[in-house]
C-alpha cells in the first residue's frame, strides 16, 4: 500500500510559480503512477497531472497543458507538479493520489489532507 502525503502549497500571485510535492512510501511506491488533482470551493474535484512510475507518460488537463509539468524523482520517491503563470481560477485544494488512467475522479476513495494553493489576482 502507498501512503502518500501533498506540501508546498500557499499564497501566491497572478503570474506567479510554486512547486507541489506528494511524498510517496510504501512497498509498491516505485511500480506506482501518481497524479494531482485539485478541487476548487464549490465545485467538483477535477484531475490536474498524472505521471507513470518511470516518469515516461504523463498526462495533462487541458486547462494546465504547458503550464504545470509533472515530474518524479524516484531516489527520493517525491512526486513533483511545477505550477508556473499562475491564475486565479487555478485556486484550490490540491491532492495527489494514485494515477489510473481508466478511472473518473469520482471512482477514487481515499484523499489525503492536501494542499491549499490560494492565487490573488
Known amino acids: 500500500q502507498v501512503q502518500l502525503v501533498e506540501s508546498g502549497g500557499g499564497l501566491v500571485q497572478a503570474g506567479g510559480s510554486l512547486r507541489l510535492s506528494c511524498l510517496a512510501s510504501?512497498?509498491?511506491?516505485?511500480?506506482?503512477?501518481i497524479g494531482w488533482f485539485r478541487q476548487a470551493a464549490g465545485k467538483e474535484r477535477e484531475f490536474v497531472a498524472g505521471?507513470?512510475?518511470?516518469?515516461?507518460?504523463?498526462d495533462y488537463a487541458a486547462s494546465v497543458m504547458g503550464r504545470f509539468p509533472i515530474t518524479t524523482d524516484n531516489a527520493k520517491n517525491i512526486i513533483y507538479l511545477q505550477m508556473k503563470h499562475l491564475k486565479p481560477e487555478d485556486t484550490a485544494v490540491y491532492y495527489c493520489?494514485?494515477?489510473?488512467?481508466?478511472?473518473?475522479?469520482?471512482?477514487?476513495?481515499?484523499w489525503g489532507q492536501g494542499t491549499q494553493v490560494p492565487v490573488s489576482s
Open positions: 493520489n494514485l494515477y489510473y488512467t481508466s478511472y473518473t475522479v469520482d471512482q477514487y476513495e481515499q
Open positions: 510504501g512497498r509498491t511506491v516505485n511500480t506506482t503512477s
Open positions: 505521471i507513470s512510475w518511470d516518469g515516461r507518460q504523463t
